[in-house]
């Protein structure tokens, strides 16, 4: 089966940096994304990697390790409106390609 | 581009009624998803279709919950009789192929069963 685990809730002031972890188990791991969702409204593609390393779009990147199945995405420059809850999901070919999710972490950003 | 359509947009129903959601997707996507979200949980695959054939239904409890998808487009959920348990977001993805890079997913209905 599949396992994958985020922190559920963190607070970082206007400005900042963030780092939200994701760790997974899976046995056919085909890619890891991350997904943007704002209370109330549908999740939004953010970042996907399937090799190691950074990716790095904007002020948002994402890095994956597939030996310690670790996932990160990093928030810069923090602005109110990215208070939102983010979503990891491995996608598993395994589970006829299909994403699994985690159980998303619930960002605060304060002024 | 339109997004992907889903309605209502909110319900509220009695346990034991029954419900049926509504969606839409993204023009010439094949593949469509409905995904049940429940508060602080992120979302779980109920069912896959592939076109009008489902792909993968082992976490749609069949016994109460049923989807079509007739002529490979619209696509509809429906839950009868309700549970409590089942009070959850119901969100719609499509992608142009299976497993595609990344779904488009639709503002989902909200479900309150009371």
């Known amino acids: 089966g599949q396992n994958i685990d985020q922190p559920t809730e963190m607070t970082a002031t206007e400005g900042a940096i963030v780092q939200i972890n994701c760790t997974y188990q899976?046995?056919?791991?085909?890619?890891l994304f991350w997904y943007q969702q704002h209370a109330g409204e549908a999740p939004t593609f953010l970042s996907y990697?399937?090799?190691?390393g950074l990716e790095e779009k904007g002020r948002f990147s994402s890095f994956l390790s597939r030996s310690k199945g670790y996932s990160y995405l990093l928030l810069k420059e923090l602005q109110m409106k990215d208070s939102a809850s983010y979503l990891c999901a491995v996608r598993d070919h395994n589970y006829g390609q299909n994403f699994v999710f985690g159980p998303g972490t619930r960002l605060s950003v304060l002024p | 581009e339109a997004g992907v359509a889903q309605s209502p947009r909110y319900k509220i129903i009695e346990k034991r009624q029954s419900v049926a959601f509504w969606c839409n997707p993204i023009s010439g996507h094949a593949t469509l998803y409905w995904y049940q979200q429940i508060l602080g949980q992120g979302p779980k695959l109920l069912i896959q279709f592939q076109n009008n054939g489902v792909v993968d239904d082992s976490q749609l409890p069949k016994d109460r919950f049923s989807a079509e998808r007739l002529k490979g487009v619209d696509s509809t959920l429906k839950i009868q009789p309700a549970k409590l348990e089942d009070s959850a977001v119901y969100l719609c993805a499509s992608s142009s192929t299976q497993g595609g890079y990344g779904y488009t997913f639709g503002s989902g209905t909200r479900l309150t069963v009371v």
């Open positions: 899976t046995s056919g791991f085909n890619g």
């Open positions: 990697n399937v090799l190691d």
